[in-house]
Structure formats: C-alpha cells, structure tokens
C-alpha cells in the first residue's frame, strides 16, 4: 500500500444556487419589457429571440449575465435557432409565466454533469483498469479473454458515441451500465 498513487477523480460540480441565480437573472432579462428591442419572447412563450445580437452581446449579457454570448446557454440544454439577424433559443422550462419551472433546467444539468463524469471515469479508469487485469492472469481461456476484450471495446465505444451526443439527461445509458455484466476472466 505504501507509495501507491490512490488518485480519486473528485467531480466539483458548480454550485447549484450559481446556477439558478444565472437562469432566474436569464429569466428576469427576457421577461423585462425595457429589452424588448434587443431580446423578448418568443410569441408562444416557450421560447426567447434575440433581435439585436450585437447590442446583446456587448452590453446587456455582459451587464446582466457577466457572459458576452450565449455558450451557457447552450450548456445549459438551451437549443439554438439561427433565424437570419435573429437568433432564437428554446429549453423546457424556460416559459413566460413559469418561472418556478427553472429549478427542473438546475437539475437536469446537474444530472447530466454527473452522467458525463460517471460515463468518463468508466471510459477512463474502470475500462483500461479492466483490460490490464484480462491481460495480467497467467492462465484464461481464450474464448473468454477475446470476448470480454470485445465487449470492453464495444462498451467503449458506446460510452465516447454517447459523450459526444447531445442527450439531455443520459439515461440511456444509464441504463446499459445498469445492465452490463463482465464474463468472469
């Protein structure tokens, strides 16, 4: 044990109360009708444009939101729509009227924050960790080797597909890690 590296990847995931406090002031800057030339809601209300993307990102998102675009948005599960000289963006839960629906956008990204940490230490550490041990026994059946091998390569594979994709809130595979079961080597 001594002079083992135990290295733990600790998630520092951000504060939850940052997080609602950036979308409660997002909120507030939509909602505020002295901003309606620069950036309003959407007709339906579940959506926001912004009108004047130039005026928004020099002076009212740095002024109200410390940001100069719309990243933590998108971070945020935002959806972007390039409409021309206007810009349109749309979440669930980000309704006129509803604003106590924000604390579902807090949790879903949280959420996936640490799907992605989870999905990333698996990729990182369970799978390499995994591959080591098949190859340090000194007898195994061959069969069985290969298959495993296999099936950490197919897992592995899934795990960067899903890391890449735009899934909200990563249950899909969950799901399949859930379900997983390494033959014995």
């Known amino acids: ?45 579940n959506s926001f444009i912004v009108w004047n993307r130039q005026e928004c990102c020099q002076n009212l998102l740095p002024r109200l939101l410390q940001i100069n675009d719309f990243g933590r948005f998108l971070e945020y599960g935002f959806r972007h729509f390039d409409l021309g000289q206007k810009l349109q963006f749309a979440c669930i839960d980000f309704v006129r009227g509803q604003p106590q629906l924000l604390d579902k956008i807090v949790e879903r990204y949280l959420k996936r924050l640490i799907h992605i940490h989870a999905v990333d230490h698996f990729r990182n550490h369970t799978i390499p960790y995994l591959r080591n041990l098949a190859y340090s026994r000194e007898t195994y059946n061959t069969e069985d080797f290969q298959t495993s091998l296999k099936l950490l390569e197919d897992i592995e594979n899934l795990l960067s597909n899903w890391r890449m994709s735009t899934e909200p809130d990563g249950s899909n595979i969950i799901s399949l890690l859930n379900n997983f079961h390494l033959p014995s080597l």
């Open 1 to 45: 044990m001594d002079g083992e590296n135990n290295n733990h990847h600790v998630l520092q995931l951000p504060r939850r109360e940052e997080i609602s406090d950036f979308l409660n002031k997002a909120y507030s800057m939509v909602n505020d009708p002295s901003t309606d030339l620069i950036i309003s809601w959407a007709p339906s209300g």
